[in-house]
């Protein structure tokens, strides 16, 4: 299936520049349909694959080290 601009940008939850803008830092893989420039179309599977490549593993496996108490500070 075959997404405008506008429906990928409801997907991600972003604006449609930022699509734009990772389209053309080549980042998310899109079909140029028409003439000239030709209008921007984005498979699902392109998305999925730009979104596998957006997952932060670390922040899933690990969490921020509690910070120390500072004991020899008195509230």
């Known amino acids: 299936m ?9 997907r991600l ?3 449609e520049s930022l ?3 990772l389209v053309e830092a080549g980042r998310l893989s899109c079909h ?3 003439v000239g ?3 921007i179309r984005v498979s699902t599977e ?12 670390k922040a899933e496996r690990s969490r921020p080290p509690a910070r120390p108490r500072l ?3 008195k509230i």
């Open 37 to 39: 420039r030709g209008t």
């Open 13 to 15: 939850n972003v604006s």
């Open 46 to 57: 392109d998305l999925d694959a730009f979104l596998a490549t957006c997952r932060d593993e």
């Open 19 to 21: 699509v734009y803008a």
């Open 71 to 73: 004991r020899h500070i």
């Open 32 to 34: 140029r349909i028409g």
């Open 2 to 10: 075959m997404l405008k601009i506008s429906e990928v940008a409801e």
